[in-house]
């Protein structure tokens, strides 16, 4: 009797679709669960940060009282803004590279990303504070910490309804990233604008201001990028 031959074509493996990933529609919903508090108890708070931005002081105010629940507001919309900008990245790598998510853990490369965002933000925020420490008077790094803060925060306000039109409605590569491109473009604007007004409040100090601009901030982000590029390369090419 002829042994029936159990072997077949092996088949091709599917691409990697976001919005078949549970992982990602559970931090997704986490996001909106998160903003919607935010926005439902701290309206008043978002408007006044907007306010204060917008607004142009010498010093910090003796009346701006900081209360647990600005702080609780903070804290969230920056874990928020973190996530989004995490998943941004991871997105991208998706799509460029392809190769990384049949080799590596989805939800270890996403926390991955996430945390390393988490941790350039805060080594941003003390090489800034350490410098305008040394540079400048400490009610000027107060108004600065408060308006790059709320860059961060707006950050994320923004990129959340690109991310959802990329999972759930197949935004192309191409048109969410010329988005996520302004919006970056937008952010640098708003913190160059608070970095002149703050620290550089006449003509003169435009050349100290680009130094310092380029230094601590554009060089910072190049470098991160170039990072991420080289480890996701050295993962594909070493597991």
């Known amino acids: 009797m002829n042994e029936i031959s159990m072997e077949g074509m092996i088949g091709e493996p599917l691409p990697y679709l976001l919005r078949t990933d549970g992982m990602v529609t559970c931090i997704l919903f986490c996001c909106m669960v998160l903003l919607s508090y935010v926005l439902a108890k701290g309206n008043k708070y978002l408007y ?12 910090a105010s003796m009346f701006d009282e900081v209360t647990v629940s600005d702080i609780r507001y903070t804290a969230l919309l920056l874990f928020h803004s973190c996530l989004l900008i995490g998943f941004c990245i991871y997105y991208f790598l998706s799509a460029t590279s392809p190769d990384l998510f049949f080799v590596t853990s989805h939800g270890y490369l996403l926390a991955g990303i996430v945390g390393g965002i988490s941790v350039f933000l805060l080594l941003k925020y003390l090489l800034y504070s350490f410098v305008n420490w040394v540079f400048f008077q400490k009610a000027r790094n107060l108004l600065w910490v408060s308006a790059y803060l709320n860059v961060i925060v707006w950050i994320g306000l923004f990129l959340f309804p690109v991310i959802l039109l ?54 910072p982000d190049l470098i991160m990028w170039k990072g991420i590029e080289t480890v996701s390369n050295n993962l594909i090419l070493n597991i």
Do not use: D, P
């Open 48 to 59: 006044h940060q907007l306010k204060s931005f917008a607004t142009s002081r010498e010093r």
């Open 166 to 219: 990329v999972v759930y409605f197949g935004l192309s590569l191409h048109t969410a990233a010329y988005l996520v491109g302004a919006i970056i473009i937008f952010a640098k604007i708003a913190l160059f604008y608070k970095c002149f007004s703050n620290f550089f409040g006449n003509i003169h100090g435009l050349v100290h201001l680009i130094l310092y601009f380029c230094a601590l901030e554009i060089l």
